[in-house]
């Protein structure tokens, strides 16, 4: 028999956004900008694949796109979409390794990727 209470789990994911956010521009992450870590997509990765569904990653002229296609080779119609700066961040700590990528936009589940989008750093 296992018991595992919920008030012990450990968040650690939080945890490593704490240390982040902690060391701030000393990390490599300047600014008031929204930053996906490796981990999270290396999380949807697997769960989209699981799914039956392509990931792809595609670089223009935006930056780096990362699409779950509903459709294999169609990137009009996504699951989910993100736009990335192409300068992928290494953040200085020194008590883990990753990639963090600084968010540019958003494409949602709904919207043809070429027609709309959420532009994170210019809300208006």
């Known amino acids: 028999m296992i018991y595992n209470?919920?008030?012990?789990?450990?968040?650690?994911?939080?945890?490593?956004?704490f240390i982040l956010e902690?060391?701030?521009s000393q990390s490599g992450l300047p600014?008031?900008?929204?930053?996906?870590?490796k981990s999270v997509i290396d999380a949807i990765d697997e769960y989209s694949k699981d799914k039956g569904y392509h990931p792809a990653w595609i670089e223009n002229e935006n930056g780096l796109n990362y699409f779950v296609p509903y459709r294999r080779g169609d990137f009009s119609n996504v699951v989910?979409?993100?736009c990335?700066?192409?300068?992928?961040?290494?953040?200085?700590?020194?008590?883990y390794n990753t990639?963090?990528?600084?968010?540019?936009?958003?494409?949602p589940w709904d919207e043809k990727t070429d027609?709309?989008?959420?532009?994170?750093?210019?809300?208006?």
């Open 115 to 124: 027609e709309f989008f959420f532009d994170v750093n210019n809300p208006y």
């Open 99 to 107: 990639q963090t990528y600084k968010l540019l936009r958003y494409y």
């Open 84 to 95: 990335f700066d192409k300068n992928i961040i290494h953040p200085k700590n020194e008590k």
């Open 22 to 24: 902690s060391g701030g």
């Open 31 to 37: 600014g008031n900008f929204m930053y996906i870590d």
């Open 5 to 17: 209470p919920k008030e012990l789990q450990m968040n650690t994911a939080f945890s490593k956004a």
């Open 80 to 82: 989910l979409g993100f």
